[in-house]
């Protein structure tokens, strides 16, 4: 409860009325004459990550495609970079089913093992099955338009392709060994196939040794089911004597039992992206492939299941013991 108190002034007749002080002065408050000025914040910017959309224009039409840039990638870094090329099931128009089969299956499932920006083109429906011409020209432009968006160290790109795209690896790698770093060609083919002559002459007296002839300095690493029913297994198998025979560094895995889809098992292998990254134009030391895989020599003698299964076992027990 709040206390009043009241006075009474009485008035003396004849006295002085006593005298009342001046008003109490209360000091101006001070005026801000200025502002304080906050710093403006600094915008940060936050690179994409993920499966990004894209596109190309290439002779007047336009392609879509994907690009996978990593997590952690930092522009303030040099980044690997995979073209990758996808097989007949994957052709579209939408620029997206080519990342669900091969490596961008490989992506998703492990993510930690390829910390690399990797590149999707994708063939549209009405073009030839075929990365050749302007759909290899497309993919190539991919490429470039990639290294001009991020930060891409380019004595490490790589190209690798699955069926009819391990048929473009073969092909742009023959075409552009200066560009490429290595090849991961897998269930590839060089010879004549769904009414394509192969992009080796017909004049040619060897097909094999003429692509041997131009990736040779590149470090190669081929993939094939020894069942495949689309795409001979030969094909591989020559391939890899004709680089063999001109001293390339070259690696072959012949999965055993494996039939056309032999990509699941090459790209879920963990030692193929720790030997690919290691792989550097200026450098020249490399990585050699290890893996629960028969690596086939040029020597090799198709043998029945049994010695086949004992000299897979015994390549995955070197492979540990090393």
Do not use: C
């Not at 099955?129 to 993919?139: F, K």
């Not at 690798?160 to 048929?167: F, N, P």
């Not at 991961?184 to 017909?202: C, H, K, L, Q, R």
């Amino acid at each position: 409860m709040r206390a009043f108190l009241t006075a009474t002034l009485i008035l003396v007749p004849g006295s002085a009325l006593a005298q009342v002080p001046d008003a109490i002065q209360v000091p101006e408050i001070a005026q801000v004459s200025e502002i304080a000025q906050v710093p403006e914040t600094e915008t940060i910017q936050v690179p994409e990550t993920g499966f990004l959309n894209r596109q190309i224009t290439v002779d007047g039409t336009d392609y879509d495609y994907q690009v996978y840039i990593p997590q952690d990638y930092q522009p303030t870094e040099e980044w690997p970079v995979i073209l990758f090329l996808h097989g007949t099931d994957e052709v579209g128009d939408a620029g997206l089913r080519q990342t669900q089969a091969g490596l961008g299956s490989a992506i998703r499932n492990n993510p930690e093992r390829w910390p690399t920006i990797a590149i999707f083109p994708q063939l549209p429906v009405e073009a030839d099955l075929i990365w050749r011409d302007v759909t290899g020209q497309m993919a190539m432009d991919a490429l470039d338009a990639t290294m001009e968006e991020f930060n891409v160290d380019d004595s490490r790109i790589y190209l690798t392709g699955i069926s009819l795209g391990g048929e473009g690896t073969w092909y742009l790698g023959h075409k552009h060994p200066e560009r490429f770093a290595a090849l991961v060609p897998i269930a590839g083919y060089v010879e004549a196939m769904d009414g394509f002559d192969s992009f080796i002459p017909a004049s040619s007296p060897n097909i094999y040794e003429d692509v041997a002839e131009q990736v040779q300095t590149l470090p190669v690493w081929i993939f094939h089911g020894d069942k495949d029913k689309v795409v001979r297994v030969e094909e591989s198998r020559l391939m890899y004597d004709a680089l063999s025979s001109v001293n390339a560094d070259v690696h072959y895995s012949e999965l055993i039992g494996v039939e056309h889809n032999s990509w699941d098992m090459a790209y879920a292998d963990a030692e193929l992206p720790k030997w690919l990254l290691a792989q550097d134009r200026d450098q020249t030391a490399k990585a050699s492939p290890r893996g629960p895989m028969m690596i086939r020599n040029s020597s090799f003698d198709p043998s029945p299941p049994l010695l086949r299964a004992l000299s897979l076992f015994w390549n995955r027990m070197a492979s540990i013991l090393q």
